[in-house]
């Protein structure tokens, strides 16, 4: 999960250098809502790995 929202940072800043404002800044909330997605995940996974 946080491979595809580094994925999709790398093709918001590519966009964002060549002018493409609309494609970055669709890439930009796809890849923040990937981060928190991952965030939470990654912290309930750590909740129910400490009660085992």
Same mark, same amino acid.
């Given at each position: 999960?946080?491979?595809?929202? /580094? ?6 800043? +590519? ?7 609309? +494609? ?8 923040? +809502?990937?981060?928190? /997605?991952?965030?939470?995940?990654? /912290? ?9």
């Amino acid at each position: 999960m946080l491979k595809w929202a /580094v994925t999709f940072l790398i093709i918001a800043i +590519i966009a964002a250098i060549f002018g493409f404002g609309g +494609i970055a800044a669709s890439a930009t909330g796809i890849a923040r +809502i990937l981060f928190f /997605v991952f965030l939470v995940l990654f /912290v309930i996974s750590l909740i129910t790995g400490r009660k085992s």
